[in-house]
């Protein structure tokens, strides 16, 4: 009874009324979404809302049930978890149910499970877990392949049921290492990556290759800290292009311009080589680096664009970038949301008012774009305070997570809070337009009893370990 009584004193009721708060306004959102005057009662369990109000009082019994477990079983059993989760991935391909093209449920009578969702608390529990040992150094490159295999795992197995918007949540854990000491250029590289992929899409080769000499040149001339270095280098592309022009014109060769642009730029890169080896600068290989890998990102993009997405991912990038319009097919979710969201203006329409929402016109709405019925019937003000609700408890608990005696548990808390960033985040910013279609729930909010349990379990794991930070030392 005392044990169970300094649980109840140090848990952190900030978060817990975040999260009651949340589901409560989910639910009712949900009402909303699938409302219609055949259907009246909230409490119509045939219905989307009375199924969800079970999967809501199912996770306060997983939430008090997890908050009785001893905080050391989260740390001695982590691994164990992880691979059962595995195990379960790995079962669900081959038994599992095919849902909107995705084989990732298992399926029991009138009841669905994703073990996905349960992947995220698994791989977070073993990632704190493995960062924790006492033998652990992030700064090996031995940990690194053990933290990458760690995460690659599930995400294989998530990509291979067809869910790679799931798959893609995993990749946020590098926000954990980044705190527990990885070096910031790791992140520099991750996100010239990303903007290389959208460069790539949207513009030509010519282009392209003009902007990564432009960039490469520009970033010697900082490193080496003189803009005369700098404005050295963009005479020399200047002139190396402009001679090998010439020659062309002079010959008639006929080379396009991509094609006298790549000669200059290998002429450019023998002559920076032979001043790196000849005048020591460190600075040349660097910016070769960079250079190399920008231009192995670049070509790697159609690739990957025309092999590893599926149809329906690429329609929806192709959309997001103004590539193509297709407000009646690929696009059509996106834009519907965004009228639903704009037609709520400051105030919203109102309770049960909202007309888009009323008369179906935005797909999944009680699902993945459960937000723009926030939008429409609680307006700009209700949706402020629903993002203001998720931001407070984001802060919350990396607060938690700073105050940690523990490696485990701060590990595990800055976990907590980057999977739900990375859902809070793409979700919202996909109903309005600003991220493409991946199709990942919004925390608390989306229909489904696979995604809350896994967020619940998730959050209240993390509370458990909070409330006994003073017993636990590693």
């Known amino acids: 009874m005392k044990t169970h009584n300094n649980i109840l004193l140090n848990l952190d009721w900030i978060t817990v009324l975040s999260y009651l708060i949340l589901v409560i306004m989910g639910w009712l959102n949900i009402y909303a979404a699938v409302y219609s005057d055949e259907h009246q009662s909230i409490l119509d369990m045939e219905q989307r809302y009375g199924k969800q109000l079970i999967w809501i009082i199912a996770g306060i019994f997983l939430a008090i049930m997890v908050l009785t477990v001893d905080s050391k079983f989260f740390a001695a059993f982590a691994n164990h978890i992880y691979i059962t989760t595995i195990v379960l991935l790995i079962a669900v391909l081959i038994f599992g149910k095919e849902v909107n093209g995705a084989k990732a449920w298992f399926e029991f009578g009138n009841v669905a499970l994703q073990p996905a969702e349960l992947g995220k608390f698994a791989t977070n529990l073993a990632i704190a877990k493995c960062i924790s040992q006492f033998d652990f150094k992030l700064q090996k490159f031995r940990s690194y392949l053990i933290l990458i295999a760690i995460i690659a795992l599930p995400s294989i197995l998530i990509i291979l049921q067809n869910d790679t918007g799931s798959a893609l949540v995993f990749a946020v854990f590098v926000l954990v290492f980044y705190r527990e000491g990885l070096s910031g250029m790791v992140l520099f590289w991750g996100f010239a990556a990303g903007a290389l992929f959208v460069l790539a899409l949207i513009l030509d080769q010519f282009k392209l290759l003009l902007i990564l000499l432009t960039v490469s040149v520009a970033a010697y001339g900082v490193l080496r800290q003189s803009i005369k270095d700098a404005l050295i280098g963009f005479i020399a592309i200047a002139g190396l292009f402009g001679v090998i022009w010439l020659m062309d014109e002079v010959l008639n060769l006929g080379g396009s311009p991509l094609q006298l642009l790549t000669a200059a730029t290998a002429i450019l890169a023998v002559l920076f080589i032979a ?158 337009g600003l991220a493409p279609v991946i199709g990942i729930p919004l925390p608390f909010f989306s229909y489904g009893g696979s995604s809350l349990w896994a967020f619940t379990i998730l959050l209240f794991i993390f509370l458990r370990l909070d409330a006994s930070r003073t017993e636990n030392l590693r």
């Open 275 to 432: 001043m790196g080896i000849f005048y020591h600068i460190r600075q040349v290989w660097r910016i070769l680096l960079f250079f190399i890998f920008a231009i192995g990102i670049s070509m790697s993009v159609n690739y990957f664009y025309k092999n590893v997405l599926v149809s329906h991912q690429r329609d929806r990038i192709d959309e997001l970038l103004g590539i193509k319009s297709d407000k009646l097919g690929a696009g059509y979710n996106v834009n519907q949301s965004k009228i639903a969201i704009g037609s709520g203006g400051i105030t919203g329409k109102g309770f049960l008012q909202g007309t888009q929402t009323k008369y179906n016109f935005v797909p999944e709405q009680s699902t993945d774009f459960i937000f723009c019925t926030v939008g429409e019937e609680w307006g700009f003000i209700g949706s402020t305070v629903v993002v203001g609700l998720f931001l407070l408890m984001l802060i919350r608990l990396i607060t938690l997570a700073e105050r940690q005696r523990s490696q485990f548990s701060r590990v595990y808390g800055y976990g907590v809070a980057c999977i739900l960033f990375f859902h809070i985040a793409i979700n919202i910013s996909m109903t309005i």
